[in-house]
Nanobody, 126 residues
């Protein structure tokens, strides 16, 4: 079992930045592939970014590249999502997800992830 707790969301103005954090417990963090997804009201949960267990490989949604950056610190059992140049359309609940995986390429489908946090709200005002 893996427990995930997100933090760092909030209300920001357009153009601002946020760094989301997700702390994992309950298993060997360094053996898990980690990801961020987001879900806006009325929308499906969508992939944002993922990072492999060994930090070597990252995947970002194409439309978010350049503004969103995923990283992890295995010593702190934490995965981060840096978001810059925030836009109102980035408003959503952001979820951290994990799966025990040792393959090099992180999956991007939500159905591939076994563990989820409770989410943190990001609201961008125009």
């Amino acid at each position: 079992q893996v427990q995930l707790v997100e933090s760092g969301g909030g209300l920001v103005q357009t153009g601002g930045s946020l760094r989301l954090s997700c702390v994992a417990s309950g298993s060997t963090f360094s053996s898990n592939t980690m990801a961020w997804f987001r879900q806006a009201p009325g929308n499906e949960r969508e992939f944002v970014a993922a990072i492999s267990w060994n930090v070597v490989n990252t995947v970002h949604k194409d439309s978010l590249k350049g503004r969103f950056t995923i990283s992890r610190d295995n010593a702190k059992n934490t995965v981060y999502l840096q978001i810059n140049s925030l836009k109102p359309e980035d408003t959503a609940v952001y979820y951290c997800a994990a799966v025990h995986q040792s393959t090099p390429t992180p999956p991007i489908s939500r159905y591939d992830y076994a563990y989820w946090g409770q989410g943190t709200q990001v609201t961008v005002s125009s």
